[in-house]
């Protein structure tokens, strides 16, 4: 081969070599450009769908913030017009204003503490929003920047929307320090109101302020915890209605230890003879009644094995009727696994596994 045609023929292999880089520079440069876009548009996904859901949702931030705050709302104002029960006047109604006073802080007791759960679920909700939006929060802006402040923009709008989160959590947090501080103070303001209308209108004062601070010791020192033993002989009864067998056990057990704790505190209160023997009785009628429930559970003449299996099917069309919803607030995945477990496979179950099986039913819902 002359030297002319080898040059030409290396010629022709370098030009070819050269067009072949480019062509794979150039589709690297496309593909990365395509995983750019993609990462900002599920990035901007992810954002909507923060806000739809955790945010704005039925059961987002602002709709539970709202409601929230009505609540909060009637409830200082329960105070407010607790305080004319302190106004006895000359007819010195004291028995029956003592009645009523006792029904305004136990009820106000009540309240506060539903107000406390739903503070925490708004906490909940909030880091649930603020975890999920870190997709775009750490987006990082140099993506597309032939195209500058897209990227930038879209981490912008998750911060804004995680700071408006972060607002109303501590908004609600914040809010029951407060209420605890009223609920603390507004018996003394009442006690106070009232010792100024007695004397007032000469009524003697001794006896009536005694039996008021009887009253305030009480729904303070052993009320909550019969409120606590209600709640808990309340869950028992609801589990056995589903043979729940594992969840009312458990219950039971806490239950058991609320009974010694409220024993405990009955006893070394220094609440007036009559009221510790009327709490008495409450928690012994409680807690007798929490373990009629577990052994009538106990004697149905169901296994554990068929209390577990009745309990999944009773909450069975409940669950999928809610998993047909285009947003559902059910776990669809966990459910279809739920459903796929066997009778037969069940009655061969240890108890550790019947627990476990139970337990996931009662765990469908999604965390709010």
């Not at 602002?62 to 609540?71: D, E, L, P, V």
């Not at 029960?85 to 006792?102: F, K, N, W, Y």
Request: glycine letters at 6%.
């Amino acid at each position: 081969m002359s030297r002319k045609l080898l040059l030409l023929f290396l010629g022709i292999t370098i030009s070819g070599t050269v067009m072949a880089d480019m062509l794979d520079t150039r589709e690297k440069a496309v593909v990365a450009k395509k995983v750019e876009i993609n990462q900002v548009n599920a990035a901007l996904g992810q954002y909507a769908n923060v806000k739809d859901q955790y945010f704005y949702g039925s059961q987002g931030l602002i709709k539970r913030n709202q409601a929230f705050f009505t609540q909060v709302s009637a409830w200082i104002n329960n105070w407010k017009q607790g305080m004319e029960l302190a106004d006895v006047g000359r007819s010195g109604q004291i028995p029956g204003a003592m009645v009523e006073i006792e029904t305004l802080i136990r009820n106000q007791r009540i309240a506060l503490d539903s107000l406390i759960a739903q503070s925490r679920q708004i906490q909940n909700i909030g880091g649930d929003s603020i975890s999920q939006a870190e997709v775009v929060t750490a987006l990082p802006v140099n993506l597309l920047s032939e195209y500058p402040g897209i990227a930038e923009g879209v981490v912008q709008y998750g911060q804004i929307l995680n700071n408006s989160v972060v607002d109303i959590r501590n908004l609600a947090a914040d809010s029951i320090a407060e209420l605890e501080q009223i609920y603390h103070y507004s018996p003394r303001a009442l006690r106070a109101k009232l010792k100024s209308n007695l004397t007032a209108h000469g009524i003697p004062i001794t006896d009536a302020l005694a039996k008021f601070d009887d009253l305030v010791l009480y729904e303070a020192e052993i009320e909550p915890l019969l409120l606590e033993l209600e709640t808990v002989e309340n869950a028992i009864d609801a589990y056995a209605l589903e043979f729940a067998w594992f969840q009312a056990n458990s219950e039971l057990e806490r239950g058991q230890q609320l009974c010694a704790d409220v024993q405990a505190k009955i006893n070394t209160s220094s609440v007036s003879s009559a009221r510790a023997q009327k709490a008495r009785q409450r928690q012994t009628s409680l807690c007798n009644t929490m373990v009629s429930l577990v052994d009538g559970l106990a004697n149905i003449g169901l296994s554990k094995a068929e209390m577990a299996y009745e309990y999944g099917q009773m909450n069975n069309y409940m669950y999928a009727e809610q998993c047909r919803e285009v947003e559902s607030s059910v776990d669809c995945e966990k459910l279809a696994v739920l459903r796929g477990i066997s009778y037969d496979s069940m009655m061969s179950m240890t108890d550790d596994e019947l627990r476990f099986y139970e337990l996931g039913w009662s765990n469908l819902q999604k965390a709010n």
